[in-house]
């Protein structure tokens, strides 16, 4: 490997094209591959950047690491070809459609010797990564409850529904922040669109140590949310995704006091925390370059999307347990 990696980018749709642009930033992008041909020639002319088959990217030697943004059925076939021809592989979420097919390509990295790294952007915005600090730094105290909305209106996925198109960022999220795996996954989801398809969901998760938490997602709602509540014994924590950098997020110390027997609820403002406004993507494949460079497992590795597509696939499994019963 030389000095400067070189990177292709397999999948040219809204979110590859982001993923090419910062590559390009980054100095890395060495080509592009889209089945669809227009958008391969949009993203070649606008980044002035080749266009090849997936084939020819495999069996180019100078080619160090591969992107994957394709559609989500083909996230498996694709990063397995790229582990075999000896490529590092960001994949973006959910990494695979179930378990199985998670477990081969985490043994297939380790076997390759391989960097597999997951696109779970959120775990790389600085206002999460400023979170996770203030939390280890006891400022909010024992986690007690968390819960995230991730509602939008449109736009509809036919290879996946909401829960696996929306949800993985909240339990990649959830996960790390408490460190475990659940140890009880309840669900409930509406079709109104599709009738194979789910539009709304809500996941309930409960932990031990008696953390619980639930995600609600949907693309049938009025308006954009993207929001993180951190429920601690001496104050809460919220992402707001939403709103512009100043105010992305704030703790409220309000907190719960115990004094002769009566209970009181001690209720502050919102203070606004400080967070480095850098943008996420930019972040995430950048570290993606430092962990192959210097050999490090990514924060999001093989193995934490294994967990993540752990809680899909016991999610999908409650749905159609309801389902029985009704």
Same mark, same amino acid.
């Given at each position: 490997?030389?000095?400067?990696?070189?990177?292709?980018?397999?999948?040219?749709?809204?979110?590859?094209?982001?993923?090419?642009?910062?590559?390009?930033?980054?100095?890395?992008?060495?080509?592009?591959?889209?089945?669809?041909?227009?958008?391969?020639?949009?993203?070649?002319?606008?980044?002035?950047?080749?266009?090849?088959?997936?084939? %020819?990217? =495999?069996?180019?030697? *100078?080619?160090?690491?591969?992107? +994957?943004?394709? &559609?989500?059925?083909?996230? !498996?076939?694709?990063?397995?070809?790229?582990?075999?021809?000896?490529?590092?592989?960001?994949?973006?979420?959910?990494?695979?459609?179930?378990?199985?097919?998670?477990?081969?390509?985490?043994?297939?990295?380790?076997?390759?010797?391989?960097?597999?790294?997951?696109?779970?952007?959120?775990?790389?915005?600085?206002?999460?990564?400023?979170?996770?600090?203030?939390?280890?730094?006891?400022?909010?105290?024992?986690?007690?409850?968390?819960?995230?909305?991730?509602?939008?209106?449109?736009?509809?996925?036919?290879?996946?529904?909401?829960?696996?198109?929306?949800?993985?960022?909240?339990?990649?999220?959830?996960?790390?922040?408490?460190?475990?795996?659940?140890?009880?996954?309840?669900?409930?989801?509406?079709?109104?669109?599709?009738?194979?398809?789910?539009?709304?969901?809500? %996941?309930? =998760?409960?932990?031990? *140590?008696?953390?619980?938490?639930? +995600?609600?997602? &949907?693309?049938?709602?009025? !308006?954009?949310?993207?929001?993180?509540?951190?429920?601690?014994?001496?104050?809460?924590?919220?992402?707001?995704?939403?709103?512009?950098?100043?105010?992305?997020?704030?703790?409220?110390?309000?907190?719960?006091?115990?004094?002769?027997?009566?209970?009181?609820?001690?209720?502050?403002?919102?203070?606004?925390?400080?967070?480095?406004?850098?943008?996420?993507?930019?972040?995430?494949?950048?570290?993606?370059?430092?962990?192959?460079?210097?050999?490090?497992?990514?924060?999001?590795?093989?193995?934490?999307?294994?967990?993540?597509?752990?809680?899909?696939?016991?999610?999908?499994?409650?749905?159609?347990?309801?389902?029985?019963?009704?």
């Amino acid at each position: 490997m030389g000095s400067r990696l070189r990177v292709a980018l397999i999948g040219c749709g809204f979110w590859g094209f982001q993923h090419a642009r910062v590559l390009k930033q980054l100095g890395v992008l060495a080509a592009i591959c889209d089945i669809n041909e227009d958008l391969s020639r949009q993203i070649q002319s606008s980044l002035n950047v080749p266009a090849y088959s997936y084939a %020819t990217i =495999l069996s180019d030697k *100078k080619i160090d690491a591969i992107v +994957i943004a394709a &559609s989500t059925p083909t996230h !498996y076939s694709l990063t397995v070809e790229a582990l075999k021809a000896g490529k590092h592989v960001l994949v973006e979420k959910p990494m695979t459609m179930n378990v199985k097919q998670a477990e081969y390509l985490c043994r297939l990295a380790d076997h390759h010797r391989k960097t597999l790294m997951v696109g779970h952007l959120l775990q790389y915005h600085p206002a999460f990564v400023t979170l996770k600090r203030i939390i280890k730094e006891g400022v909010i105290g024992q986690l007690h409850y968390i819960y995230s909305n991730r509602l939008n209106f449109g736009r509809l996925r036919t290879e996946e529904n909401i829960l696996w198109s929306f949800a993985p960022h909240d339990i990649s999220l959830i996960l790390s922040l408490v460190n475990e795996e659940p140890i009880e996954i309840t669900a409930e989801g509406s079709s109104y669109l599709n009738r194979e398809n789910y539009d709304i969901t809500i %996941t309930h =998760l409960a932990f031990r *140590k008696n953390i619980k938490a639930h +995600i609600f997602v &949907s693309w049938l709602h009025p !308006y954009k949310e993207h929001r993180l509540v951190i429920l601690g014994e001496k104050g809460m924590l919220v992402f707001n995704d939403g709103l512009d950098w100043p105010h992305k997020l704030s703790v409220y110390r309000g907190h719960i006091e115990r004094e002769a027997g009566i209970t009181s609820l001690i209720k502050t403002k919102a203070e606004a925390i400080e967070v480095p406004q850098k943008e996420p993507l930019w972040c995430e494949n950048s570290h993606f370059l430092e962990c192959i460079k210097n050999n490090r497992r990514p924060i999001t590795d093989g193995y934490e999307g294994l967990r993540v597509v752990k809680v899909l696939e016991a999610v999908t499994q409650s749905y159609r347990i309801k389902a029985l019963e009704v």
